[in-house]
């Protein structure tokens, strides 16, 4: 039977309740938080096993149930969020009335921190491949139905693959497709998750992603990350320095802050790479500039050909000063920041030497 134990600790204890239809098993989760959505519920059947993790900030509540009955693989989720309360609709298999819902498995009805909740994992489908630069491509990879995810803007997940018998996990950012389809309605199935990734001939990890077949599956982490989107608050400008692979977190900060934010004037976006055959979506992104003002992109390039008439060189003072500009004296301003680790450090010691404070300056690393 379940039983109603919980770590009193953090926020406010959450609470759940089932009720349920002839053929409908409701369970609803009282979160007794506001700022709960979508993004805050991950839920996963397998066999007769349910798992519902709900994110309260930094903690994660469980419902960990061995289900009573057979329910269908499909199932609904839904946030009153002035409320903070979450309801999954499950499918009965058969019309019958159940007594209970299930019994208890591991951390159920549980609040622990997020650090110690460990990494779940749910296997995806190979969906799609295709090449953008000459070594980087991008993958589509579906959800199973037997799965509600969403990964929010700024956080990454796991890839999970087991190479000659070992486990191998690496952690990849999910783009959205905004980018290429600006003739199309956005896609609003929530089932496909888009990944660039560059493959590195002599890596561990990224060729045998390579050499997976469409139809092949993948493991799928929850997201992890620390970037919070209330840091777009009250934005004025914001300035994107990405590097190589150092682009996809920008890629949905991108279409956010340009969807969301009525307080935003200007996005630059200084993106540095090896040549010019090494730049992701640069098209895309000189499209985005011509229709959107607000936006501005300018690529630095480290090992151009001599053709190269823009930008040349590493991450420096002289770049970053023209560079950061605010469009106002003192408007509020959020640097992102990510690249290859070198990349990242130095910008950071660069941009303190700048005067910017550390709220202003978001860096992205594992
Ligand atoms: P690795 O085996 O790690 O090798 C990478 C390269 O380094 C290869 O060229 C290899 O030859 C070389 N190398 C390895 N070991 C050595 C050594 N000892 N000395 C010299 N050279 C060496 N990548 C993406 O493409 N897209 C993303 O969206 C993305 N998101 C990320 C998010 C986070 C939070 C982090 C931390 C990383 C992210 N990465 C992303 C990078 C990704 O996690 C992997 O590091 C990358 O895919 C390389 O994996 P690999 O196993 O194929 O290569
Ligand atoms: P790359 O080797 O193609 O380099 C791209 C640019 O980075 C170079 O043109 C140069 O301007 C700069 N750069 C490279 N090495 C530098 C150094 N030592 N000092 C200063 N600048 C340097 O990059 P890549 O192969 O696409 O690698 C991208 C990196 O970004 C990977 O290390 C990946 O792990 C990291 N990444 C991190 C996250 C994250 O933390 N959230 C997300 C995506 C990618």
């Excluded at 805050?40 to 469980?62: C, G, P």
């Excluded at 609709?89 to 609040?111: A, D, F, I």
């Excluded at 929530?190 to 390579?210: H, S």
């Excluded at 060189?313 to 920041?337: A, M, Q, T, Y």
Aim: net charge negative.
């Amino acid at each position: 039977q379940v039983t109603d134990t919980l770590t009193k600790e953090g926020p406010g204890s959450p609470s759940y309740d089932w009720f349920q239809t002839d053929s409908l098993v409701t369970l609803v989760i009282y979160t007794k938080q506001k700022d709960i959505n979508l993004d805050s519920v991950i839920v996963d059947h397998q066999d007769d096993s349910f798992r519902a993790e709900t994110i309260i900030k930094d903690y994660s509540y469980i419902i960990h149930i061995g289900l009573s009955h057979e329910i269908q693989e499909d199932f609904s989720v839904r946030v009153i969020e002035n409320v903070g309360k979450i309801e999954i609709v499950l499918k009965k298999k058969e019309n019958t009335s159940w007594k209970r819902l299930g019994h208890p498995l591991e951390n159920h009805n549980s609040l622990i921190p997020k650090k110690d909740t460990g990494l779940n994992y749910r296997k995806c489908q190979l969906i799609s491949k295709e090449c953008v630069t000459h070594d980087t491509k991008l993958f589509c990879l579906m959800l199973p139905p037997s799965t509600h995810l969403q990964v929010p803007i700024g956080q990454h997940v796991y890839l999970k693959l087991t190479i000659t018998g070992t486990e191998i996990v690496k952690p990849y950012t999910p783009v959205s497709d905004f980018l290429l389809s600006e003739l199309k309605e956005p896609v609003l199935n929530n089932k496909y998750i888009y990944f660039l990734i560059k493959i590195y001939a002599a890596g561990l990890f990224t060729p045998e992603l390579d050499h997976l077949q469409i139809g092949d599956f993948v493991s799928v982490s929850n997201p992890e990350g620390n970037f919070k989107i209330s840091q777009f608050q009250e934005l004025e400008d914001l300035f994107l320095l990405a590097a190589g692979t150092g682009f996809t977190p920008m890629v949905k900060i991108l279409n956010y802050a340009l969807t969301n934010i009525p307080s935003l004037r200007k996005v630059k976006l200084m993106f540095f790479n090896k040549t010019e055959d090494d730049i992701i979506w640069r098209s895309q992104l000189e499209k985005l500039a011509f229709k959107d003002k607000r936006f501005q992109v300018e690529f630095v390039l480290s090992a151009p050909t001599s053709e190269w008439n823009g930008k040349q060189g590493h991450i420096s003072p002289g770049l970053l000063s023209e560079f950061l500009k605010r469009s106002l004296d003192r408007s509020k301003v959020l640097i992102c920041i990510c690249g290859p680790t070198p990349f990242t450090e130095q910008g950071i010691r660069l941009l303190q030497d700048l005067n910017f404070s550390k709220d202003e300056i978001h860096s992205f690393t594992a």
